[in-house]
Protein backbone atom coordinates (compact mmCIF):
# COMPACT_ATOMS: atom_id res chain seq x y z
CA UNK A 1 0.00 0.00 0.00
CA UNK A 2 1.13 3.27 -1.04
CA UNK A 3 -0.04 6.64 0.28
CA UNK A 4 0.91 9.78 -2.47
CA UNK A 5 0.73 13.21 -1.04
CA UNK A 6 1.64 16.34 -4.11
CA UNK A 7 2.24 19.70 -3.19
CA UNK A 8 3.87 22.62 -4.94
CA UNK A 9 1.04 23.97 -7.13
CA UNK A 10 0.18 27.38 -7.57
CA UNK A 11 -0.60 30.58 -9.44
CA UNK A 12 1.65 31.70 -11.64
CA UNK A 13 2.57 33.95 -14.92
CA UNK A 14 3.28 32.18 -18.67
CA UNK A 15 6.96 31.81 -18.77
CA UNK A 16 7.29 30.98 -14.84
CA UNK A 17 8.47 27.90 -13.37
CA UNK A 18 7.13 25.87 -10.11
CA UNK A 19 8.21 22.54 -8.55
CA UNK A 20 5.68 19.97 -7.57
CA UNK A 21 6.30 17.39 -5.36
CA UNK A 22 5.05 14.38 -4.79
CA UNK A 23 5.96 12.45 -1.05
CA UNK A 24 4.72 9.06 -0.53
CA UNK A 25 4.44 6.82 2.41
CA UNK A 26 4.87 2.66 2.50
CA UNK A 27 7.53 0.15 1.40
CA UNK A 28 9.29 -0.49 -1.32
CA UNK A 29 9.03 3.03 -3.15
CA UNK A 30 11.90 2.65 -5.20
CA UNK A 31 10.31 -0.50 -7.07
CA UNK A 32 7.67 1.73 -8.11
CA UNK A 33 6.69 3.17 -11.74
CA UNK A 34 6.20 6.79 -10.38
CA UNK A 35 4.09 9.30 -13.14
CA UNK A 36 2.42 12.86 -13.28
CA UNK A 37 -0.76 13.31 -14.58
CA UNK A 38 -2.95 16.43 -15.03
CA UNK A 39 -6.53 17.01 -15.68
CA UNK A 40 -8.09 20.38 -16.57
CA UNK A 41 -11.55 20.96 -16.12
CA UNK A 42 -14.34 19.25 -18.74
CA UNK A 43 -10.86 16.66 -19.77
CA UNK A 44 -9.81 13.81 -19.59
CA UNK A 45 -7.09 13.06 -17.03
CA UNK A 46 -3.55 13.39 -19.15
CA UNK A 47 -0.40 11.21 -18.89
CA UNK A 48 2.56 14.21 -18.35
CA UNK A 49 5.53 12.19 -17.37
CA UNK A 50 6.85 9.19 -15.59
CA UNK A 51 9.89 7.93 -14.42
CA UNK A 52 11.30 3.80 -13.28
CA UNK A 53 13.07 3.06 -10.58
CA UNK A 54 16.12 3.42 -12.40
CA UNK A 55 15.24 6.97 -12.78
CA UNK A 56 15.05 6.39 -17.05
CA UNK A 57 11.62 8.62 -17.76
CA UNK A 58 9.20 9.40 -20.57
CA UNK A 59 7.50 12.41 -21.07
CA UNK A 60 4.35 13.76 -23.19
CA UNK A 61 5.10 15.61 -26.12
CA UNK A 62 3.21 18.52 -25.37
CA UNK A 63 5.90 19.02 -22.27
CA UNK A 64 9.17 17.90 -23.53
CA UNK A 65 11.44 20.07 -23.51
CA UNK A 66 9.90 22.13 -20.60
CA UNK A 67 9.42 19.88 -17.93
CA UNK A 68 11.46 17.26 -15.38
CA UNK A 69 10.47 14.66 -14.04
CA UNK A 70 13.30 12.71 -11.04
CA UNK A 71 12.67 11.21 -7.94
CA UNK A 72 14.89 10.26 -4.38
CA UNK A 73 14.17 7.00 -3.30
CA UNK A 74 16.07 8.17 -0.20
CA UNK A 75 13.26 10.61 0.31
CA UNK A 76 10.77 8.60 -0.74
CA UNK A 77 9.86 11.78 -3.27
CA UNK A 78 8.90 12.35 -6.58
CA UNK A 79 9.47 15.59 -8.43
CA UNK A 80 8.17 17.61 -11.64
CA UNK A 81 10.05 20.74 -12.25
CA UNK A 82 7.51 22.61 -14.98
CA UNK A 83 9.50 25.82 -16.72
CA UNK A 84 8.25 27.87 -19.36
CA UNK A 85 4.73 27.26 -18.16
CA UNK A 86 2.21 28.04 -20.86
CA UNK A 87 -1.75 28.78 -19.62
CA UNK A 88 -2.75 25.30 -21.33
CA UNK A 89 -0.82 23.87 -18.30
CA UNK A 90 -2.91 25.03 -16.53
CA UNK A 91 -4.74 21.15 -14.65
CA UNK A 92 -4.83 19.79 -11.51
CA UNK A 93 -2.27 17.77 -11.61
CA UNK A 94 -1.87 14.06 -9.66
CA UNK A 95 1.15 11.72 -9.01
CA UNK A 96 0.69 8.24 -9.22
CA UNK A 97 2.50 4.57 -8.66
CA UNK A 98 2.09 1.02 -9.53
CA UNK A 99 4.29 -1.75 -9.43
CA UNK A 100 4.12 -2.84 -12.94
CA UNK A 101 6.80 -2.65 -15.13
CA UNK A 102 6.74 -1.17 -19.22
CA UNK A 103 5.42 2.21 -20.07
CA UNK A 104 2.43 3.23 -18.56
CA UNK A 105 0.46 6.01 -19.68
CA UNK A 106 -3.32 5.26 -19.26
CA UNK A 107 -4.62 6.82 -15.83
CA UNK A 108 -6.40 3.59 -14.94
CA UNK A 109 -3.21 1.19 -15.06
CA UNK A 110 -2.34 3.08 -11.83
CA UNK A 111 -3.04 1.62 -8.66
CA UNK A 112 -2.19 4.32 -6.42
CA UNK A 113 -2.95 8.11 -6.31
CA UNK A 114 -2.74 11.68 -4.97
CA UNK A 115 -5.46 13.55 -3.87
CA UNK A 116 -3.64 16.50 -6.80
CA UNK A 117 -2.87 19.89 -6.41
CA UNK A 118 -3.78 22.53 -8.21
CA UNK A 119 -1.47 25.05 -11.29
CA UNK A 120 -2.57 27.76 -12.96
CA UNK A 121 -1.24 30.23 -15.61
CA UNK A 122 -2.25 33.25 -16.19
CA UNK A 123 -1.38 34.75 -19.51
Known amino acids: QVTLVESGGGLVQAGDSLRLSCAAS????????MAWFRQAPGSEREFVATIWSGSSTYYADSVKGRFTISRDNAKNTMYLQMNSLKPEDTAVYYC?????????????????WGQGTQVTVSS
Open 96 to 112: AADRSSGLLTRARLYDY
Open 26 to 33: GRSFSSYI
